[in-house]
């Protein structure tokens, strides 16, 4: 999604809530990253297949998934809104605390977080924003390469770091270890045509 800096300057969210309504932007320490404008139909099938499968096995649970576009607001301490400075828009993300949950968003690492890879994107979500994740203490980061077909999952260890990955292929069942009892079902590739 998000391809190169190109608002010049350090921005904050104050910021950004000014900027128009028809342009999609993230911020990383400041840093504003325009995204392209729409992900690859495969993209937004598995996108639609994965909150479908979430929403419903948490229809009685207290967390919640949220789909793109949709703001989470990282600050680095209680400083107001307008002035924090990191402020992504994850491809899902689960929120299991309503606390973190306001009208415009979250506020707040949330629990599990999906990227699902495109060209455009790839670096981005696999170098910048897993290190942004695993500083927020986000407890779960997924990585989907839909293509390849291929699941990267980091997870939030003791020591409040990433560990080694693990990686798996897009088939039979995957479990959310940070939230029992939720597991993803993957669609078969003749499902999901590119």
């Given at each position: 999604?998000?391809?190169?800096?190109?608002?010049?300057?350090?921005?904050?969210?104050?910021?950004?809530?000014?900027?128009?309504?028809?342009?999609?932007?993230?911020?990383?320490?400041?840093?504003a990253y325009a995204m392209v404008p729409a992900p690859s139909r495969l993209h937004q099938e598995l996108a639609v297949e994965l909150t479908r499968q979430i929403a419903n096995q948490l229809r009685h649970h207290p967390c919640r998934v949220y789909a793109a576009p949709f703001d989470v607001r990282l600050p680095k301490?209680?400083?107001?809104?307008?002035?924090?400075t990191t402020v992504v828009q994850p491809g899902l993300a689960v929120i299991c605390d309503p606390a973190k949950l306001d009208d415009k968003g979250c506020r707040g690492a949330p629990d599990w977080i999906i990227e699902i890879l495109s060209p455009d994107s790839?670096?981005?979500?696999?170098?910048?924003?897993?290190?942004?994740?695993?500083?927020?203490?986000?407890?779960e980061y997924w990585l989907i390469h839909p293509v390849d077909r291929i699941l990267t999952i980091y997870r939030l260890t003791e020591d409040k770091t990433y560990g080694r990955p693990d990686i798996a292929e897009l088939e039979g069942t995957t479990a959310v270890a940070s939230l029992p009892g939720v597991e993803i079902q993957w669609p078969q590739p003749e499902s999901l045509r590119p």
């Open positions: 999604m998000p391809q190169a800096v190109t608002k010049a300057g350090h921005s904050s969210y104050g910021d950004y809530c000014r900027w128009p309504d028809d342009e999609r932007w993230e911020l990383i320490d400041g840093e301490g209680d400083e107001a809104d307008e002035h924090v790839a670096a981005h979500d696999q170098i910048r924003k897993r290190a942004l994740y695993e500083r927020h203490g986000v407890r």
